[in-house]
């Protein structure tokens, strides 16, 4: 077997699926935006310069490689500028298997960036397996960050829509998986959520219990989120994208949940009590102020 490729290995889900990959002897290259020349990092680990809106780094990063992980970068909005010159470049090469981070419910939504990738990695006739999870629990030691830790609230246009949310972690593991044994999994589908679907007032009771104080689950419109977002210094394209994101949720479409993920762990998905449990240091006041005084 060939080596492996991870896009946005320093990511959410890339460095999890790196971390992967290395443990189980894999050799594993990790493109790196802000590599400037390529690195040994390990036995089984090495890193080099990558960027989908420069062709010139995809020789290099592709030297040797049969499996890719592959993860859109938010800011690229435009599928078809940004995406199409990678996807032609893998397309004329031997890979067994691109693995594809996609999202819940893509089927349904067929303006979403992650819907039109599936299509032209379908279109190029590139083997692959599309994982398509729910909202990250991540989202909540990243994003609303300093809602909890500061203002010890998480504010969401939701209502008491539920969500199945998922731990990067397991979504990393994931597609190790499925890029360790490619044949298996090539030309698959799966939707990987948490065990079970909860809403937002469980999500602040179960912050408050393992913090040792009050979250609270302040419910509002969607007019009323995006412009408190744009207001606390997020970027208004990001703050429509949120607030599309929730209104979907609101309408009840966040709420699946399957076994899939369980299937190819072959263990429970992490629970989220146990990943605020472990995340817990993130939301500490102390720690947000410190890094703000910085």
Not at 86 to 101: E, G, P, R
């Amino acid at each position: 077997m060939g080596k492996i490729f991870v896009t946005g290995a320093t990511g959410n889900i890339g460095r999890h699926v790196v971390e992967q990959l290395v443990n189980k002897g894999e050799d594993t290259v990790a493109g790196s935006w802000h590599a400037s020349k390529r690195t040994r990092i390990s036995d089984h680990h090495e890193e080099v310069p990558f960027d989908f809106l420069n062709e010139n780094t995809f020789d290099e990063a592709l030297i040797g490689v049969d499996r890719i992980f592959l993860v859109r970068p938010p800011q690229l909005a435009k599928p078809k500028r940004d995406m199409v010159p990678f996807l032609n470049k893998v397309s004329a090469m031997n890979i067994k298997n691109l693995v594809f981070i996609s999202l819940l419910g893509v089927e349904k939504n067929p303006i979403a960036p992650h819907k039109k990738i599936e299509k032209m990695i379908e279109e190029f006739d590139i083997p692959h397996t599309f994982l398509r999870p729910s909202f990250f629990m991540q989202n909540l030691s990243t994003t609303h960050r300093d809602d909890i830790a500061l203002r010890d609230e998480i504010a969401v246009p939701v209502g008491k829509a539920t969500t199945s949310f998922i731990d990067t972690r397991d979504i990393g593991e994931a597609a190790a998986i499925c890029l360790q044994d490619a044949d298996e999994h090539v030309n698959n589908i799966y939707t990987l959520t948490g065990e079970d679907a909860i809403t937002y007032e469980t999500v602040a009771s179960t912050l408050s219990r393992v913090l040792g104080r009050q979250i609270t689950y302040r419910d509002l419109g969607f007019l009323a989120f995006r412009k408190e977002q744009i207001a606390l210094g997020v970027k208004k394209e990001f703050a429509n994208v949120m607030t599309m994101l929730y209104a979907i949720t609101k309408m009840g479409n966040a709420k699946k949940v399957t076994n899939d993920l369980e299937v190819l762990l072959k263990r429970k998905p992490t629970s989220f009590r146990q990943f605020v449990i472990d995340h817990q240091s993130k939301w500490s006041p102390l720690v947000e102020l410190e890094k703000k005084a910085k």
